[in-house]
């Protein structure tokens, strides 16, 4: 049975850190390009960033440069965001999605171009 299970998520003022976590498990993980996508309230969805199966290679959102770091760990089977300086406007669910990673990088949210899909975190940044 494939999961991807996002936590980590919070509340968190602007300016502050938070770090989710997306365990994944009933795949081989490590054969797997991953994303993460975000909705905010009554938006669509959003990609923010993506790696590649061997976690050399990063990809970001312009809004996210800077201040968002993706990272894996293909020995626990988890992938990871680590986002600083947060503000109003990173509010929203963060999921994290799966994609076979000899289909190349995929720059972005639509669902259709990932095998695999989480049920998503929730970040509130607010004072």
């Known amino acids: 049975q494939v999961q991807l299970v996002e936590s980590g998520g919070g509340l968190v003022q602007p300016g502050g850190s938070l770090r989710v976590s997306c365990a994944a498990s009933?795949?081989?993980?490590?054969?797997?390009?991953m994303s993460w996508v975000r909705q905010a309230p009554g938006k669509g969805l959003e990609w923010v960033s993506g790696?590649?199966?061997?976690?050399?290679?990063?990809y970001y959102a312009d809004s996210m440069k800077g201040r968002f770091t993706i990272s894996r760990d293909n020995a626990e089977n988890t992938l990871y965001l680590q986002m600083n300086n947060l503000k109003p406007e990173d509010t929203a669910v963060y999921y994290c999605?799966?994609?076979?990673?000899?289909?190349?990088?995929?720059?972005?949210?639509?669902?259709?171009?990932?095998?695999?899909w989480g049920q998503g975190t929730q970040v509130t940044v607010s004072s």
């Open positions: 009933g795949f081989t993980f490590s054969s797997y390009y």
């Open positions: 790696i590649n199966a061997g976690g050399g290679r990063t």
């Open positions: 999605a799966a994609r076979r990673d000899y289909r190349g990088p995929y720059l972005g949210s639509s669902r259709s171009y990932y095998d695999y």
